[in-house]
């Protein structure tokens, strides 16, 4: 009888164990951001053409889309990024009375996240990685011109922050800076086309 009690108060003291070690462990990858091992973002917001391309490009709108692999015991994050930007051309570089034309980019982009924080209401982190950047441009009313469209290898680099919403839910927002290495071959004649989106969304 005596053996039988002290084995059940040892499988109890066991199991208390390892129930709070469980506990700790959770609560450590919630502060981290998640205790998943996939999160999925999506977001909107603004899009600023900078160098060459704003003498040609207006600002614009962007939507993204991301999968991030949270690996737990390490300080990054991979992510797989689908961004799409889209702008309106101005008037001054059509040189022609009511023709239009819009720009657009879409990129795929394998990008690693690493966090600055753990804990606290915001956590901000920088992001970075390469991928490959789809643009086109489609122009009206422009005699002997109806566009240009092109995929070329692009880097980006930034920097956002994660805000809690509830148990499940997480806001961020993100500024970043597109840089495609261009061919010259389209709308924009430059090495190099930058653009920087500002996205604004949630992650889950």
Excluded: C
């Excluded at 390892?18 to 998943?36: D, F, I, W």
């Excluded at 207006?58 to 992510?79: A, C, D, E, S």
């Excluded at 009375?97 to 990129?107: C, K, V």
């Amino acid at each position: 009888m005596t053996r039988r009690l002290s084995l059940i108060v040892l499988t109890v003291s066991v199991l208390l164990s390892l129930s709070s070690v469980a506990h700790a462990q959770m609560a450590t990858s919630a502060e981290m951001g998640s205790n998943k091992l996939i999160s999925i973002g999506l977001g909107g917001g603004v899009s600023v053409p900078v160098s060459d391309a704003s003498d040609a490009f207006k600002t614009g709108f962007n939507g993204q889309g991301f999968v991030r692999f949270n690996l737990h015991g390490l300080p990054i994050q991979p992510r797989v990024d689908f961004t799409f930007s889209k702008f309106d051309v101005k008037d001054v570089k059509l040189q022609t009375p009511g023709a239009t034309g819009t720009g657009q980019i879409f990129a795929g982009i394998a990008n690693v996240q690493y966090s600055l924080t753990h804990s606290g209401p915001l956590r901000p982190y920088i992001v970075g990685g390469v991928g490959a950047y789809a643009s086109k441009t489609d122009i009206s009313g422009v005699p002997n011109v109806s566009g240009t469209s092109s995929t070329d290898f692009g880097i980006n680099a930034g920097a956002g922050t994660v805000f809690k919403l509830g148990s499940m839910l997480s806001g961020y927002v993100e500024g970043r800076v597109d840089n495609v290495y261009s061919s010259k071959s389209g709308f924009v004649s430059a090495d190099q086309v930058r653009v920087v989106p500002v996205t604004f969304g949630i992650v889950f």
